[in-house]
């Protein structure tokens, strides 16, 4: 089993910033890449960014590029996203993912491929 647990979330005001984190684990060395993914009521989830463990790559949505980056800490495996020049359009659920199987390229911005979600954490972007 995996455990995945996000936090970082919270309201700022346009034009702001914000870090989640997330810390995941399990009991061998299972976890090949971590994304983050956010849902807004009335919109389909969608792929935010993801970091590759085995390959060392990590992978942004168009919307977000530029403005949000994903780092890791491979020995705690955790996985920060920081979150600047917020919009009102970032406001959602923001939910952290993991692959236990390895992936490239646009495997990793699959969600229905990730095994294991969070809790989701909060983030709303005030205008």
């Known amino acids: 089993q995996v455990q995945v647990v996000e936090s970082g979330g919270g309201l700022v005001q346009a034009g702001g910033s914000l870090r989640l984190s997330c810390a995941a684990s399990?009991?061998?060395?299972?976890?090949?890449?971590i994304a983050w993914f956010r849902h807004t009521p009335g919109k389909d989830r969608e792929f935010v960014a993801a970091?590759?463990?085995?390959?060392?790559?990590?992978y942004y949505a168009d919307s977000v590029k530029g403005r949000f980056t994903i780092s890791r800490d491979n020995a705690k495996n955790t996985v920060y996203l920081q979150m600047s020049s917020l919009k009102p359009e970032d406001t959602a659920v923001y939910y952290c993912?993991?692959?236990?199987?390895?992936?490239?390229?646009?495997?990793?911005?699959?969600?229905?491929?990730?095994?294991?979600w969070g809790q989701g954490t909060q983030v709303t972007v005030s205008s």
């Open positions: 399990c009991r061998a060395s299972c976890i090949y890449a």
């Open positions: 993912a993991v692959r236990t199987s390895s992936c490239s390229g646009y495997e990793c911005r699959i969600g229905g491929r990730y095994g294991y």
């Open positions: 970091s590759s463990w085995s390959g060392g790559s990590t």
